[in-house]
């Protein structure tokens, strides 16, 4: 009984994994891939979109690490967590510095101001 059992839960179990495999058998064309964009507006755009992901998971990071860092400091490890509280803090300071530093330049350069920084 209890093989016989086990190879029905087999049975069904495989035929739940296989059963997707079935659906790439339809015949139905994907739609084409977009050109991608070899501009300089282009790349400058695709290097503006991965600074920000980078700058939200930055910020995200450092919000888990002041955490963590505040859990330690309230369980009496004092030395440690104000260390790591000071790196988080260096951190975020320095993602924020390069999140500025386009227009910081900006507006040192003359004759810059009517140049659009992509976002």
């Not at 296989?18 to 300089?40: E, I, K, M, R």
Request: a positive charge; zero cysteines.
């Amino acid at each position: 009984m209890k093989k016989a059992i086990f190879f029905i839960s087999a049975a069904v179990i495989a035929t739940q994994i296989l059963a997707p495999v079935a659906s790439f058998g339809q015949g139905s064309t994907p739609p084409p891939l977009p050109t991608p964009d070899l501009s300089y507006t282009g790349l400058i755009k695709t290097i503006n979109g991965i600074a920000n992901v980078l700058f939200a998971i930055l910020v995200v990071l450092t919000v888990i690490f002041l955490i963590w860092a505040a859990w330690k400091y309230l369980n009496g490890a004092g030395d440690e967590a104000k260390g790591m509280i000071i790196n988080a803090a260096i951190a975020i300071a320095i993602g924020l510095l390069a999140r500025g530093l386009p227009l910081l330049v900006k507006s040192l350069i003359p004759g810059a101001e009517n140049y659009q920084i992509p976002s």
